[in-house]
């Protein structure tokens, strides 16, 4: 059995990052749940770009932030009643293969 990559998970960052890590991390937040776009549009270029994450770091990275924001979210629209709980459970099976394949290939493509 091959033994899977791992990603350096110790880049240094500093505690004026982390504060503007926060602020972009807060806006992208505001803006997912105004709009419902996936906050990953805007973390992994900032990790990637800006702090030199390597991509599967910063997709990962992104996709926990993201999980936290939309289940955050959710639960508030859930509590407003404002879901079809039905048409977002079908919703959300779709795209479950595709995510498969984008994890599987995010290992394959050469960084840089």
Do not use: K
Request: proline share 8%; charged share 10%.
């Amino acid at each position: 059995m091959a033994s899977r990559p791992r990603c350096e998970s110790r880049l240094l960052v500093s505690p004026t990052d982390h504060l503007i890590l926060l602020a972009i991390g807060a806006a992208t937040g505001v803006v997912a749940a105004l709009i419902g776009v996936g906050g990953g549009l805007v973390i992994v270029p900032v990790l990637t770009l800006a702090y030199g994450f390597p991509p599967p770091l910063a997709v990962g990275t992104s996709l926990c932030c993201v999980f936290l924001n939309s289940l955050s979210g959710s639960v508030e629209y859930l509590r407003q009643r404002r879901v079809d709980v039905t048409l977002g459970a079908i919703l959300a099976a779709a795209p479950l293969p595709g995510a498969e394949l984008g994890t599987w290939l995010v290992h394959r493509v050469p960084a840089g």
